[in-house]
């Protein structure tokens, strides 16, 4: 069957997987939300044509976003995800028993039920009992939740168009850092330097007008526009972000702790991109 | 204008790249030698339509391929690059003012040729006189190499299919063992661990049936397929790979010694990928 699923990544580049079934595709109140099996990729998700997630490389993005965070801080017991609907990083964080509260802030109910019926192994951990789902916007419910709530808050944001805008916005790293506890960690993916230099300076701006320290580290997620993909860290007291202090419970297959310690190592490109929004 | 370059990169994936203009088009003794301005990757080689670089992010792999090799030994004069027509590993190499002597095996030489007139970012260290170039088979070069000739053996071949197969072959690598000098180093480009974990477990194997030490390290090149790049260092003689030892001259836009470092610190299931190989 020749038939492809192509992302317009940009105006200039196109992904294109080859695609033996559609398994779901449904129109929810804030997108088009569908599922494909792919002859090489397994299942992917596409939120209005774009790649969320497939099952090949998922694991990069969520272990990569999850784990420097969470093995940063020693003491983590509460969590916030905000966006995530997928449930990949809900997976990760729930390797760590220490953790007594996950809290999955998503816009879009319709994302969770999908991927809990046909992405079971990225959305299997919704059934841990300390997995507390809050439907509606991010943005909203952190504006509300008291100081100091939350040990690490992981911005696992859609690309900054439509809804997910506000997750890259000023005022919602404000309302990060008011949330998050004393000696907590902030982590958020900040797409890809090749083709979004501009959102990576702006957010590592932002996030050091509310934080004393931040970071940028990288790895590869070959479905996502441009393949490098970024991760902002921030935290409110002085640590050392690029080592991990304690290791989640089972197997990693990208997550280790030289690999954390080497995506803190920046392309001197990438780390210029850094410098230039100090 | 909506004109797509596209390359099939495996049956299941394809990248597409909006084209602005046709450059050149022939067609040489081996394969079809193309070069497009591309909107947002710069001018593109493609050789038979699958991308050798790009003018957005050939540094990365021309950097790679090089800098980890040539700043491990301390005293390299003598360079080999099999392949590498579009003259981006020569750039490099020539960086290095020890570097007496750089020879060039290109099987093509319409690529060089066509690579000068049109991309001279990437080849414009043709005219440095340390360069010789060898139109040829570079397998057949080898074999007729005197033993321990060059310091530095870079093997920057196209994928494994067609006239580069026999880059990636058992003879091949026992030649280049005999050529190299005693404290010299070998680096090959071994594709991507998502689409062509056989051929990396293939070339470790070979390697290190040549040589006592054998590394892999890999890096991230947007346009090649899976993006996740790998690369093989071999040494005769026991040298830590990961560690730069003598800088290269003028500023690098990828390598760092700590990128460098970092560069061999494998994900999980890349690691897994080497030990299967053993």
Chains 1, 2 share one sequence.
């Not at 017991?77 to 990760?92: A, F, K, N, Q, Y």
């Not at 808050?153 to 919602?172: H, T, W």
């Amino acid at each position: 069957m020749n038939l492809w699923w192509t992302e317009q990544q940009t105006p200039g580049l196109r992904l294109g997987l080859r695609c033996e079934e559609i398994i779901e595709r449904r129109r929810s109140a804030y997108q088009e939300i569908a599922v494909y099996r792919t002859a090489e990729y397994g299942r992917l998700l596409a939120l209005d044509d774009m790649v969320m997630t497939t099952e090949a490389d998922e694991f990069v993005y969520h272990e990569m976003l999850v784990h420097p965070a969470l093995s940063t801080v020693t003491s983590a017991r509460t969590v916030l995800i905000v966006g995530g609907g997928d449930g990949g990083c809900v997976r990760e964080v729930c390797r760590y028993p220490a953790v007594e509260r996950v809290v999955l802030a998503e816009l879009d109910g319709e994302v969770i039920e999908v991927c809990r019926r046909h992405l079971p192994t990225i959305a299997g951990s919704f059934v841990d009992p300390r997995v507390e789902i809050r439907v509606g916007d991010g943005v909203a419910y952190l504006a509300d939740v008291p100081a100091e709530t939350f040990d690490v808050i992981l911005v696992d944001a859609p690309d900054p168009l439509g809804p997910a805008a506000g997750l890259f916005s000023e005022a919602f790293y404000a309302d990060a850092a008011r949330v998050l506890a004393p000696g907590g960690v902030l982590a958020a993916q900040t797409e890809c330097p090749f083709l979004h230099a501009d959102l990576i300076r702006r957010v590592q701006r932002v996030l050091r007008a509310q934080f004393p320290v931040v970071g940028l580290y990288w790895a590869v997620v070959p479905t996502y526009p441009g393949a490098m993909w970024t991760f902002s860290l921030a935290t409110k007291e002085h640590t050392d972000l690029t080592r991990a202090r304690r290791l989640p419970v089972g197997s990693s297959r990208y997550w280790t702790q030289e690999v954390q310690a080497g995506a803190f190592a920046l392309p001197t490109f990438l780390r210029g991109l850094v410098e230039e929004s100090k």
